[in-house]
């Protein structure tokens, strides 16, 4: 079956960087874009971006450009989120999901939560 | 960017009633929406793509209609496992851009 396992929560201090990662198992990893989104506290979701899994590149979302680096590790169907600087508004919980053929996301990881505090 | 907005942040429904929520997106998205249900503490599922086509293994109670920039995700006889946060979704464009959720509330 498919799955989309993340890692486990973070603490982390301002300042400092965070990576998050997501196994996918199931299916071809590389025949399907990999979407990542952001859940603050007690709100909405947001659009990160995704990555080419067959092509490596990425496309980030305005507000996410600069700080945040999505990347593979295609040999381990892994992705990976990657945020350098981290500040107190980085608190969330952070979704890997797939882009399925129908170009909505159709399987989600579980979510990590990272929280930034000093 | 595409705004995707759900005008009510809550509904209150009873168990077995017919409950519908709207979307409604700033531009023509043609029939590129779908619509996610959020349970508390867990993961969005995906309910509804293309606007109307139900995603594999979802009940049939839940429907979802519109195009253009109008849309409605409805569940024809709500039950109690239906509590949760209701999202619509463009994917006709990037940036995939959500509206702001709708709660339901069961009476």
Redesign the interface.
Same mark, same amino acid.
């Given at each position: 079956q498919i799955q989309l396992v993340q890692s486990g929560p973070e603490l982390k201090k301002p300042g400092e960087t965070v990576k998050i990662s997501c196994k996918a198992s199931g299916y071809t990893f590389t025949n399907y874009g990999m979407?990542w989104?952001k859940q603050a506290p007690g709100k @909405?979701?947001? +659009?990160m @971006? +995704?990555i080419n899994t067959y092509t490596g590149e990425p496309?980030y979302? &305005?507000d996410f450009k600069g700080r945040f680096a999505f990347s593979l590790e295609t040999s381990a169907s892994t992705a990976y989120l990657q945020i350098n600087n981290l500040k107190n508004e980085d608190t969330a919980t952070y979704?890997c999901?797939r882009t =399925?053929v129908?170009?909505?996301? &159709?399987y989600? =990881?579980? @979510?990590t939560s990272v929280t930034v505090s000093s | 960017d595409i705004v995707m907005t759900q005008s009510h942040k809550f509904m209150s429904t009873s168990i077995g009633d017919r409950v519908s929520i709207t979307c409604k997106a700033s531009q023509d998205v043609s029939t590129a929406v779908a619509w996610y249900q959020q349970k508390p503490g867990q993961s969005p599922n995906l309910l509804i793509y293309s606007a109307s086509y139900r995603y594999t293994g979802v009940p049939d109670r839940f429907t979802g209609s519109g195009s253009g920039t109008d849309f409605t995700f409805t569940i024809s006889s709500v039950q109690a496992e239906d509590l949760a946060v209701y999202y619509c979704q463009q994917h006709y464009s990037t940036p995939w851009t959500f509206g702001g959720g709708t709660k339901l509330e069961i009476k």
């Open positions: 979407n989104v @909405g979701l947001k +659009w @971006g +995704w496309t979302a &305005d979704f999901a =399925g129908t170009r909505a996301m &159709d989600w =990881g579980q @979510g | -």
